[in-house]
């Protein structure tokens, strides 16, 4: 499966999407950084090829050798990448889905809508367009805080939306960027933290101990959404 990420708006997840959702779950894909302006998924402790949208016939020739792969599109290269894509004739051919990531905020909404819709427009058929809901509150609504996007597909049928394709807000992302660690390296960490606490005298190792504890347990959590999440993507 090669899958793109992407989106015009900036800060709807897409590296948390790429480096979290995805490439655990599609574990031969390399991830490819196209970036020029964004912090990438190397910054969540996440092994990245970086290339700039320009190159576009380069990443064409590296996708065609692979059965998997997983195209991070940075917002500030999303044109560039859309008009190298209709230029090169037929090459989104060689993705199987484009995942569009939205938060709730209005501006992000509307440049998903901008999204979609030039996905559409280039000949991407509507089963490859999968919209994922990001930073989700646990107790929100999806069909109510994306109500304009429900109303879209309902309209325009160029895309495919479930309301079950939901990542929730989670603490979690932002602790990893902190210790420089992957949600994979957190929840294959098989150290008894709670024993290493009771046994430890040093105050500093205490406290390591206790933060390491707190973002196993959340961690889990984050885990088991992206489990569902996966699924509801690309069922």
Known sequence: MKVAVMSFSGNVGKTTVAGHLLKPRMSEAPIYSIESLNVDASADGLEVEKMRGKKYGDLMGEMMKLDQAIVDVGASNVEDFLKLMQQYDGSHEEFDYFVVPVVKEKKQQADTVSTIRALAKIGIPKTKIRLLFNKVEVDESVEEEFAPL???????????????????????????????????????????YRAKLRETTDEDEKDLCVRMVALKRLASTANKNLDEAFKAVFK
């Open 150 to 192: 429900f109303g879209l597909a309902q309209s325009e049928k160029s895309f495919v939306i479930r309301s079950e394709a939901v990542v929730y807000a989670n603490e979690v992302f932002e602790r990893l960027k902190a210790v420089g660690k992957s949600l994979g390296d957190i929840t294959s960490d098989a150290t008894d």
